[in-house]
């Protein structure tokens, strides 16, 4: 029996920004995100878009698909929620995830946090959860929104973004091997104390741990599976901007694949910078975009390839791990539905982008309701006495 991603889709927020607006405003050169970066795009959340909707968004596929098949979504007795952009210090996200999709009251919630790298924690733990129960289903989902202050480097790196994961026995899309790499060490290159909306960040030191730790949890994982470079087709790294990635698969690939030229290499992870590019970082979800974005934009059947993924949350964990694309796995893509949102998001000039910036969720503990900016099918409607409260469109 094998276990993995029997399906995955994402959602990202209805509105982008041009990093060549940004830079026309800050006095960057353009060049320096569309090159130095290696970004196009930030999808900019609406008032009425939180982790909870794009989460919700970002699961309707997979549910529309089970119904297609007259699969019983009963089946899903687990939802693992992973975010670092967290609505409550108390209750789970998931929770309230749970109720927009009417799942079954026989169902544990949980969220989990270590910034980007706790969706692969998730991941993890439902493949051993479903290795236990084979009958028996999870949904992993990782959705964030990446926040920094104005006018810092890190302004150009924002983004947001959900994934949603079924995780089950047999999976139609990829077969997640069980060895795995890890490393783990306390850094402070990246974190957001509670009492912060934004992130703080010592950028050039993280682009550096980022690397320190991908060498580290490959070897790791060449330990404990035996396999080399040369076993992998493909590879999908967490993805904070495009270049990072570039940088990390260099990087891994110095001393490793000395008979590569830098096309092939470069072929290895191009499919799967598509998406961010133009999204931004989703921080937990981003990964698992770049997995979609692979499948999404590659013609030629990848079924039987294996492709190597690296998770990254600062502060730091990261791990490294693979699976193999199943025989058969494009009839479980979304690929219509995912560009067609892309596609249909509304470009803001950087007046507007300053405007929706500075909206935060009131705290006062009135009764406040929001813009209906979304397009989604769920929604952030107002909050009232400190409760959020949320529609169905
Ligand atoms: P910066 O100071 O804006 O940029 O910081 P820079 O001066 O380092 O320039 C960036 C690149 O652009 C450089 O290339 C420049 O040479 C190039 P590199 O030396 O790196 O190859 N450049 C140009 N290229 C072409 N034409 C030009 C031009 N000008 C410059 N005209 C930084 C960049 C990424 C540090 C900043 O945006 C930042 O702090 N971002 C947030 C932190 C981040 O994303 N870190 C990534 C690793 S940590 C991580 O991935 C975890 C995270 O997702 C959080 C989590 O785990 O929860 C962030």
């Known amino acids: 029996m094998s276990v993995g991603i029997d399906d995955i889709s994402f959602y990202t927020?209805?509105?982008?920004?041009?990093?060549?607006?940004?830079?026309?405003?800050?006095?960057?050169?353009?060049?320096?995100?569309?090159?130095?970066?290696?970004?196009?795009?930030?999808?900019?959340?609406?008032?009425?878009?939180?982790?909870?909707?794009?989460?919700?968004?970002a699961c309707v596929p997979l549910l529309e698909g089970m119904a297609q098949r007259g699969e019983d979504a009963n089946a899903i007795n687990t939802i693992l929620f992973a975010t670092e952009?967290?609505?409550?210090?108390?209750?789970?996200?998931?929770?309230?995830?749970?109720?927009?999709?009417?799942?079954?009251?026989r169902c544990r919630v949980v969220e989990l946090k270590q910034a980007c790298y706790s969706a692969t924690a998730a991941l993890q733990l439902a493949t051993a959860w479903v290795a236990r129960k084979p009958k028996e289903k999870v949904l992993v989902v990782a959705s964030?929104?990446?926040?920094?202050?104005?006018?810092?480097?890190?302004?150009?790196?924002?983004?947001?973004?959900?994934?949603?994961?079924?995780?089950?026995?047999?999976?139609?899309?990829?077969?997640?091997?069980?060895?795995?790499?890890?490393h783990t060490e306390d850094v402070m290159d990246f974190w957001r104390p509670n009492y912060r909306s934004t992130a703080l960040v010592d950028g050039k030191y993280s682009t550096k741990v980022y690397l320190r730790c991908v060498r580290s949890a490959w070897q790791d994982f060449q330990q404990q599976s035996g396999l080399q470079f040369g076993d992998f087709d493909y590879f999908c790294y967490h993805l904070p901007f495009s270049r990072m990635a570039q940088k990390a698969h260099n990087h891994l690939a110095n001393g490793n694949a000395h008979e590569l030229s830098a096309q092939a290499l470069e072929d290895q992870i191009s499919s799967s910078l598509i998406y961010n590019r133009i999204t931004g970082n989703s921080y937990t979800a981003a990964m698992y975009i770049g997995l979609i974005s692979l499948l999404d934009n590659t013609a030629q059947d990848l079924a039987g390839k294996r492709v190597g993924f690296f998770s990254y949350g600062s502060g730091s964990v990261g791990e490294f791990f693979t699976g193999t694309l199943v025989v058969g796995y494009q009839d479980m893509l979304h690929q219509q539905s995912h560009q067609h949102m892309l596609a249909s998001r509304k470009p803001l000039n950087y007046a507007n982008y300053q405007q929706m910036y500075a909206f935060e969720v009131p705290t006062d503990g009135g009764d406040h309701a929001f813009a209906e900016q979304t397009n989604g099918k769920f929604r952030l409607a107002g909050i009232s006495q400190h409760k959020r409260l949320y529609e169905v469109r």
């Open 144 to 182: 964030d929104i990446a926040r920094y202050d104005r006018q810092t480097p890190g302004e150009a790196t924002q983004g947001c973004g959900a994934v949603a994961i079924i995780v089950s026995a047999n999976p139609r899309l990829v077969a997640l091997d069980a060895e795995t790499g890890i």
């Open 85 to 105: 952009t967290g609505i409550d210090q108390s209750k789970a996200a998931g929770v309230y995830l749970h109720s927009l999709l009417k799942l079954n009251s």
């Open 13 to 57: 927020a209805n509105f982008s920004l041009d990093l060549q607006e940004l830079a026309a405003n800050n006095g960057s050169d353009a060049a320096k995100y569309t090159v130095g970066i290696g970004q196009e795009r930030m999808s900019v959340p609406g008032a009425d878009e939180d982790v909870v909707t794009m989460a919700a968004n």
